[in-house]
């Protein structure tokens, strides 16, 4: 079975600073998608960002990337230009061939004014 | 883009009583519907899956008899939690495969807050 792994709980970053989310996990498969999900106090699930397992390049969307590492199974995200409203619990995500997405426990990311 | 309407957003139910929430695709067909419960500050657990016109795949622990769920059409499924307790008091979201992001493109409901009381 898969697994998504997000070790640290909370995470603080000053406003206008750069902040990477870490993300791990476990699979036998070798086609699959990983994401990264923002859920915000409204509690409605936004996607960030996503990448296709056999795409070596890196996701970007404007100020979010990810470091996509396949043979040590980390997918990380980096927050450029921390903004007030990127304030939220964050969640990594895999689907692999049985399309269910399997959740991290998510990280709350704090921004300071 | 794709849109998924889940209704109603909150809902107070007395103990005995069933409840039914709808999550409809607006502009796209959703073959596939997902349905998760999740705890505050905890991550998304995944229930059950739905196809179109065909019984749900429930989670392992998941009631089915308590969790009834619904696809009949390619734009609503349900889930009705029959003869609530408190105990089901949770926020309750569904998600649809499917839409303009392609067959790896989930779009989730703006979920639904159920309190038994």
């Known amino acids: 079975a898969q697994t998504v792994t997000q070790s640290q709980p909370e995470m603080s970053v000053q406003e206008a600073e750069t902040v990477t989310l870490s993300c791990t996990y476990d699979t036998s498969e070798s086609d699959y998608y990983l994401f990264w999900y923002k859920q915000p106090p409204s509690r409605q699930m936004i996607l960030v960002i996503r990448?296709?397992?056999?795409?070596?390049q890196n996701a970007t969307e404007n100020r979010f990337s990810v470091n996509f590492q396949k043979a040590a199974k980390s997918f990380s995200l980096k927050i450029s230009d921390s903004q007030l409203g990127d304030a939220a619990m964050y969640f990594c995500a895999y689907t692999g061939a049985n399309s269910k997405l399997t959740f991290g426990k998510g990280i709350t990311l704090s921004v300071r004014p | 883009g794709a849109v998924v309407s889940q209704h109603p957003s909150w809902v107070i139910c007395k103990s005995g009583t069933s409840v039914k929430i709808e999550c409809r695709s607006l502009d796209f067909q959703a073959t596939t519907m997902f349905w998760y419960r999740q705890f505050p500050k905890q991550s998304l657990m995944l229930m059950a899956t739905s196809n179109e016109g065909s019984k749900a795949t429930y989670e392992q622990g998941v009631e089915k008899d308590k969790f009834l769920i619904n696809h009949a059409s390619l734009t609503l499924s349900t889930l009705t939690v029959t003869s609530a307790h408190p105990e089901d008091s949770s926020f309750y979201i569904c998600?649809?495969?499917?839409?303009?992001?392609?067959?790896?493109?989930?779009?989730f409901g703006s979920g639904t807050r159920l309190t038994v009381v």
């Open positions: 990448q296709e397992a056999y795409k070596q």
């Open positions: 998600s649809a495969r499917g839409g303009d992001r392609g067959p790896y493109g989930y779009t």
